[in-house]
């Protein structure tokens, strides 16, 4: 049996909401106990322009 980290981030992918996110990360056995967010950036004719908001949750194991 492998032994899981007592925290994790869980980035929401672009694909899912924040909801989908919090699901994934309680079927793992994590409960949300922080949030950040950060902007991603692309390069576009020389500049960089924002592309979207990546938003993570720092997940702490639950206790079994």
């Known amino acids: 049996m492998s032994k899981k980290k007592k925290t ?6 672009e694909n899912e ?3 989908d996110c919090l699901n994934r990360m309680k079927e ?3 409960t ?3 949030r950040k967010e ?5 390069k576009v004719d020389g500049e ?3 592309v979207r ?8 194991l639950l206790d079994s």
């Open 28 to 30: 793992e056995g994590y």
């Open 17 to 19: 909401t924040i909801e």
């Open 38 to 42: 950060e902007p991603l950036f692309q």
């Open 8 to 13: 994790v981030w869980f980035e929401v992918q």
């Open 48 to 50: 960089y322009v924002p």
């Open 53 to 60: 908001q990546l938003i993570k949750f720092k997940g702490v």
């Open 32 to 34: 949300p106990m922080g």
